[in-house]
T-cell receptor
Framework: GAGVSQSPRYKVAKRGQDVALRCDPI?????LFWYQQALGQGPEFLTY????????KSGLPSDRFFAERPEGSVSTLKIQRTQQEDSAVYLCASSFSLNTEAFFGQGTRLTVV | GQQLNQSPQSMFIQEGEDVSMNCTSSSIFNTWLWYKQDPGEGPVLLIA?????ELTSNGRLTAQFGITRKDSFLNISASIPSDVGIYFC?????????????FGKGTKLSVKP
């Protein structure tokens, strides 16, 4: 596609519910990244993939967060048993290769009530 | 997680004014980047700096990579209404990928009432 596409754009989840956030990177981009952006803050790194390999997941805040990219293109960020503190915008970015510009999607705004 | 110190947090501009914002860190970075984020959108890269002391321009934007590698500034000359938004600095840790960025908390640019 023309840009990084994320869905849904908005998600309201009840506390304790599981959610899945989808990222479609730019076609041909090898690297894919997930960031979490709390209200009024800058984005914070969660995890990144090179093709289907998850090379760094050091930013995932707890074991309730899980990301996958099974075929090296689309990625899903899953949050189990959501808590209020998980409310944030989740941004996905992709790049052609490491050390080239990463392009961000519009994000998914998750609100846990 | 670790974040950069970005200032000012917010500022009001009048069309035609020059704007300056900066970012400092206790850590050394080998790359500094400046992004702009509009409401409901992901960050868009404005300028990338790869060498200590480097001064780079992109139209009305000028940014410098501090000689100590611990700071950077962004100047916008002759501001226009579409400059309104949130500006983030981001530092890349040595050896990381371009997507694995540490972001500042942002500088919000608004139009003077």
């Amino acid at each position: 596609g023309a840009g990084v596409s994320q869905s849904p754009r908005y998600k309201v989840a009840k506390r304790g519910q599981d959610v899945a956030l989808r990222c479609d990177p730019i076609s041909g981009h090898v690297s894919l990244f997930w960031y979490q952006q709390a209200l009024g803050q800058g984005p914070e790194f969660l995890t990144y993939f090179q093709n289907e390999a998850q090379l760094d997941k050091s930013g995932l805040p707890s074991d309730r967060f899980f990301a996958e990219r099974p075929e090296g293109s689309v990625s899903t960020l899953k949050i189990q048993r959501t808590q209020q503190e998980d409310s944030a915008v989740y941004l996905c970015a992709s790049s052609f290769s490491l050390n080239t510009e990463a392009f961000f999607g519009q994000g998914t705004r998750l609100t846990v009530v | 997680g670790q974040q950069l110190n970005q200032s000012p947090q917010s500022m009001f501009i009048q069309e035609g004014e020059d704007v300056s914002m900066n970012c400092t860190s206790s850590s050394i970075f080998n790359t500094w980047l400046w992004y702009k984020q509009d409401p409901g959108e992901g960050p868009v890269l404005l300028i990338a700096l790869y060498k200590a002391g480097e001064l780079t321009s992109n139209g009305r934007l000028t940014a410098q990579f501090g000689i100590t590698r611990k700071d950077s500034f962004l100047n916008i000359s002759a501001s226009i209404p579409s400059d309104v938004g949130i500006y983030f600095c981001a530092g890349l840790n040595y050896g990381g990928s371009q997507g694995n960025l540490i972001f500042g908390k942002g500088t919000k640019l608004s139009v003077k009432p």
